[in-house]
């Protein structure tokens, strides 16, 4: 968009829309589920958590009630009818469900409650024996406190998978976990950057071995109370299955309060694809349709018509489940339209934590700092467009435009925006890139996301900095433009419902959390961008990034294409 700042900043404050924020204060950190940065686990959680409560308490008041009804018919008393998918109780329900679904949880008799270990228990000689890995005790679950510098220490002896979990309800701690083997070595750590102040890990201990789990308070929150479980293998704890016939492209949303602490959904051929302990609805958009606000919630597409199972675990007590199946908002609202920006743009910053309506400088700015000229810019733009057409090539419908070949549409009905340029000084957004919303179904269809280009330009030697790949042998315009072009995919993977996967492990995915820019660039094994040797990052299917709560199998390119598919 090009433009005269005065004039444009003179007809933002007549039109009522807003007055240009300075950027002087400090940049804020931004919810790390939305941004693609360059160290995502550097995050404020204290400040973190409690906007994610605000929202919350928000998002319960707007949920509609569910017009159908249904009540489990295991009795309260029994266990072992509904505790797998394949006798999961057919509820009736089919595509477009409005539900409400009663039911309760029998405690898991392997699951030992203990009160609160007494102090001093602030190292591994010292450590509060849980008692976990003996033949009589396969889980524990307890509560503590932290108070400033304290760190409680908790014994346990191996026996194979084991899940180490706490929760902070009502709490001001921010909790870390980490485990240790009997020599003192790291084994594993959380802080999870997803999971308001909770931290869960799942690994793999040896049998009869002694380990040691340690509970600290993070910078977010350095003192309160938590509750700490510790859990080795399988236990027999109450389950509860509910089928759902479901169309291709159906978007099916869960959350449930009361007892219940954790949902799941099994797809057709009953792999998991995605478990949460969590509520992470707060990051839909506000028009999303898709319930939330309790203890968990789920959200899924379907990618074929078929029966699915949705799963609701860990409680003891009753329960209340909402479930809602609905179509991809675009077949309601028509053709989706994303006008990437490279001209420099006012942004309202507040959907992303900032202070107001910014104005991003465009991405000519920024040539010079990659060793490019201004008779670059045409083919960087080239190749950034092509590589965004080339990922969202999945047999759905969107429109791509671009400010170097079309009128600025921004403002109209149906069209979001991709704004690549900016700083983080000129944002106050501390970040590289960020989506507005995650949007499963994709139902907001005027939302913005940034690319900003400061440290994607800075000089070689960081890792997020382009130029730290660059060669003489470098074809800069065509790799500039390509990592530009996926990093703006994996902004619209959000804006169309995609979560953050693995960036760790062999499948390298457009929708990798950041930390591994390499990866995001599409560099291959030799290290450099712009040659034959890079790769291609496409939309696929990945486990989720352990440290933002979920488990199982997200299928990216599936709910990319339905996000913007009209059927």
């Known amino acids: 968009m090009r433009f005269v700042a005065a004039i444009a900043v003179t007809a933002l404050v007549m039109s009522g829309q807003g007055v240009v924020a300075s950027a002087a204060s400090a940049p804020v950190q931004p919810d790390p589920l939305l941004s693609w940065s360059e160290h995502p686990g550097q995050v404020d959680a204290g400040t973190l958590a409690r906007t994610r409560a605000a929202k919350s308490r928000a998002r319960i008041l707007a949920t509609a009630k569910p017009g159908r009804t249904y009540a489990e018919r295991e009795p309260a008393w029994a266990r072992g009818r509904n505790d797998v998918p394949a006798s999961a109780e057919v509820t009736g329900f089919r595509s477009n469900p409005n539900a409400s679904i009663t039911g309760s949880l029998l405690a898991d008799p392997t699951l030992a409650v203990l009160p609160e270990f007494a102090e001093p228990n602030d190292s591994a000689a010292t450590a509060s024996d849980t008692g976990v890995g003996a033949p009589a005790r396969r889980a524990m679950r307890t509560t503590g406190r932290i108070t400033g510098a304290d760190q409680d220490f908790y014994r346990l002896h191996g026996r194979g998978h084991t899940r180490i979990a706490t929760l902070t309800p009502g709490s001001d701690l921010d909790t870390v976990l980490t485990v240790f083997d009997a020599a003192g070595r790291e084994v594993a750590s959380a802080d999870n950057v997803g999971a308001t102040f909770d931290a869960s890990l799942e690994l793999d201990l040896t049998s009869g071995a002694e380990y040691f789990v340690r509970v600290t308070g993070g910078p977010g929150g350095a003192s309160g109370t938590y509750e700490l479980t510790i859990a080795a293998g399988e236990g027999s704890g109450d389950r509860d299955f509910y089928s759902v016939q479901l169309r291709a492209g159906d978007v099916l949303g869960a959350s449930v309060t009361g007892s219940a602490r954790k949902l799941v959904v099994h797809d057709t051929a009953g792999r998991e694809v995605q478990g949460s302990r969590q509520d992470f609805s707060v990051v839909y958009p506000p028009n999303s349709p898709l319930p939330g606000g309790g203890n968990a919630a789920v959200d899924f597409v379907a990618p074929s018509s078929g029966r699915y199972h949705l799963g609701v675990e860990d409680g003891e007590g009753r329960y209340d489940l909402t479930v809602k199946a609905l179509r991809p908002g675009v077949e309601a609202a028509g053709l989706q339209t994303v006008f990437v920006d490279f001209d420099g743009a006012l942004v309202d910053t507040v959907p992303y934590g900032g202070e107001g309506v910014k104005s991003l400088s465009g991405m000519k700015n920024f040539l010079a700092a990659w060793g490019l000229g201004p008779s670059d810019e045409d083919a960087v733009i080239t190749a950034a467009v ?172 599936n709910r990319t294409k339905w996000g913007y598919s009209r059927g």
Request: no cysteine; net charge negative.
């Open 386 to 557: 092509d590589a965004l057409r080339e990922n969202l090539a999945l047999g759905g419908k969107v429109r791509i435009l671009n400010s170097r070949d079309h009128a600025d549409p921004w403002g109209q009905r149906n069209v979001s925006r991709l704004v690549i340029g900016g700083t983080i000084a000129e944002s106050g957004v501390a970040t590289v890139a960020i989506a507005q919303s995650i949007d499963p179904g994709n139902f907001a269809h005027e939302e913005t996301a940034l690319v900003q280009l400061d440290l994607l330009s800075a000089p070689a030697g960081q890792p997020v900095s382009l130029n730290t790949y660059i060669t003489p042998a470098s074809d800069k315009t065509r790799f500039i433009g390509r990592a530009l072009g996926n990093i703006a995919a994996h902004e619209l993977g959000h804006m169309s419902g995609s979560w953050h996967q693995h960036q760790f492990n062999e499948h390298d995915t457009l929708m990798d959390q950041g930390g591994n820019p390499q990866a995001m660039f599409a560099i291959g094994a030799d290290g450099v961008g712009g040659n034959a040797d890079d790769i291609d990052m496409d939309f696929g299917e990945d486990v989720f990034v352990p440290n933002e709560g979920f488990t199982g199998v997200e299928d990216a390119a």
